[in-house]
């Protein structure tokens, strides 16, 4: 019970401050919000069970090992928000290094339209997981649950009342964080008030497990999205918040899979994607509605947004030949067509496929323009390639969690 009051109150103070404070309405905070709320989904969720399955003990440095990837992605990233904007300020429509960037843009409006299912299926999974559903049915429910939000989503882009759904989303971020500093207190109290723990699963490390590996960069990414907030901030600006951004969720990731510790070993054996409901449970019953609660608010608020930015970017690559509503309805038939012919396994590596490679397509444009115009020495353009051919490894072999 006290466990409990805890996080109850640690949940409350976290989302009051950052609803309320007074720096919530400053610029420098909206613009890290944007990519902050895009890298936390349910990802930190999903990751500490699968990590534990396939690494053990070593599940903390995986974990680490992802995030660097994805910090050094958001490197690239912010080169380009300088020097690629720049260069593409002054540059004719037929330039290569121009239609090098639609084509990253298009992959970006697949990769959008591809994580609407992902973070749609989490959300279904986790909705369905603390029912005793017949197995039979679980499936084609969960998928049903899927069609019915992107067809609600679809709808209201047609409706113009998308805009008020996109606030909605943007208005969750204080309350999904909140319920983050709940987990994060109730697994810190259980630490101080159990000294027993399970024994931690042997370290397990193979190919299968680094592809596999690949195969999560779906869960730490979404710091991409300040790279498109030109309209509104700086490229200063954007810069800062985004790595802002990345340190706090590269915290808020390995502190849950530190205190995840005492677990691993149930963790491992958890089952489904939605299986960090079973470990929460153990420390406090009322810790599952905490999770279901984050969860689904997290998934929810990701899906509207990257249906925006799908939508957004397949009109703004067909140079407005595609309505916006007509790009949000293939968005969605993308997304429906995803969930209907993929398990939660196969879209989370179909979604880190597809973001790997727009990552690996803007390291070759930072390449490309730093040779051109001499931005980079040679050491920041080999780093380009190397972090360039990561990406493309992760776009080629990523692996689903479960095969």
């Known amino acids: 019970m006290i466990i409990t009051f805890i996080a109850l109150a640690c949940a409350a103070a976290v989302t009051a401050f950052l609803a309320f404070g007074r720096f919530a309405r400053t610029d420098s905070w909206r613009a890290t919000v944007t990519p902050l709320a895009s890298i936390i989904g349910s990802g930190f969720l999903i990751c500490g069970p699968i990590l534990a399955r396939e690494f053990g003990r070593a599940a903390i440095i995986a974990e680490a090992i992802l995030l660097l990837i994805a910090y050094a992605a958001g490197a690239v990233i912010r080169f380009n928000i300088v020097h690629v904007e720049n260069y593409l ?4 429509s037929n330039d290569p290094v121009a239609w090098l960037a639609r084509v990253t843009q298009g992959v970006l409006a697949i990769a959008y339209a591809v994580s609407v299912a992902y973070y749609l299926k ?13 197995p039979a049915w679980h499936t084609p429910a969960s998928n049903a649950i899927v069609t019915t939000i992107i067809v609600a989503i679809v709808a209201l882009a047609f409706g113009n009342g998308l805009r008020r759904v996109e606030h909605l989303a943007h208005g969750t971020v204080a309350l999904k964080i909140g319920i983050i500093a709940g987990l994060l207190a109730a697994l810190a109290c259980w630490w101080l008030t159990n000294a027993a723990a399970d024994p931690l699963p042997p370290v397990r490390v193979n190919w299968g497990s680094i592809s596999l590996l690949l195969g999560l960069v779906i869960t730490v990414q979404g710091f991409e999205t300040s790279r498109y907030l030109g309209h509104a901030y700086d490229q200063a600006l954007r810069i800062r918040t985004m790595r802002h951004a990345q340190w706090i969720a590269s915290a808020i990731y390995l502190a849950f899979l530190a205190l995840l510790t005492p677990f691993l070993g149930r963790a491992a054996q958890a089952e489904g994607v939605a299986g960090i409901l079973d470990i929460m449970t153990i420390v406090a019953p009322a810790m599952a509605i905490f999770v279901l609660v984050g969860a689904v608010s997290s998934q929810l608020s990701a899906a509207v947004a990257d249906s925006i930015g799908s939508g957004g970017l397949m009109s703004e690559v067909t140079q407005r030949r595609l309505s916006i509503q007509a790009a949000f309805a293939l968005a969605g038939t993308l997304a429906v067509a995803i969930v209907w012919f993929t398990n939660p396994f196969e879209v989370v590596a179909i979604s880190s496929r597809a973001f790997a490679l727009f990552y690996a397509l803007q390291c ?3 390449f490309v323009v730093a040779r051109r115009t001499a931005a980079a020495g040679w050491p920041r353009q080999m780093g380009f390639c190397l972090i360039g051919m990561i990406c493309l490894i992760a776009a080629l072999v990523g692996a689903p969690a479960e095969g």
């Open 89 to 92: 300020g002054v540059a004719r």
């Open 122 to 134: 989490l959300l279904a999974e986790f909705l369905l997981k603390p029912l005793d559903m017949d």
């Open 364 to 366: 070759s444009l930072a």
